[in-house]
């Protein structure tokens, strides 16, 4: 597997994880307030949470992904990986602010 695979693989596990983290608050604020806001913080961490069990998915389970980007679209496995990354920096701060 490729080094950007990993880096993909290890940065849509961790924003598995932070999603998680975040969606224990989010979704425990809305049992507590009733407030849209909670609701759609809860709704767009679910959302984003299925999306990066996608990705792990594709990254480590699905063998014939790895190879298409690996061979034939060598430049988007590498976009896809700097965007897992950005949105861990995107998540991490979200969680910065969540947990303060």
Request: proline share 2%; glycine share 4%; hydrophobic share 65%.
């Amino acid at each position: 597997m490729a080094v950007w695979m990993t880096a993909a693989s290890v940065a849509s596990a961790l924003n598995m994880i932070v999603l998680l983290l975040l969606l224990s608050v989010w979704a425990r604020n809305y049992l507590t307030v009733r407030s849209k806001h909670a609701l759609g913080l809860t709704v767009f961490g679910l959302l984003l949470l299925a999306e990066n069990c996608l990705s792990v998915y594709y990254y480590v389970l699905d063998p014939e992904v790895a190879v298409l980007l690996r061979s034939a679209a060598p430049v988007a496995g590498r976009a896809m990986t700097f965007v897992a990354i950005l949105e861990l920096g995107g998540l991490l701060f979200l969680a910065w602010i969540s947990f303060d």
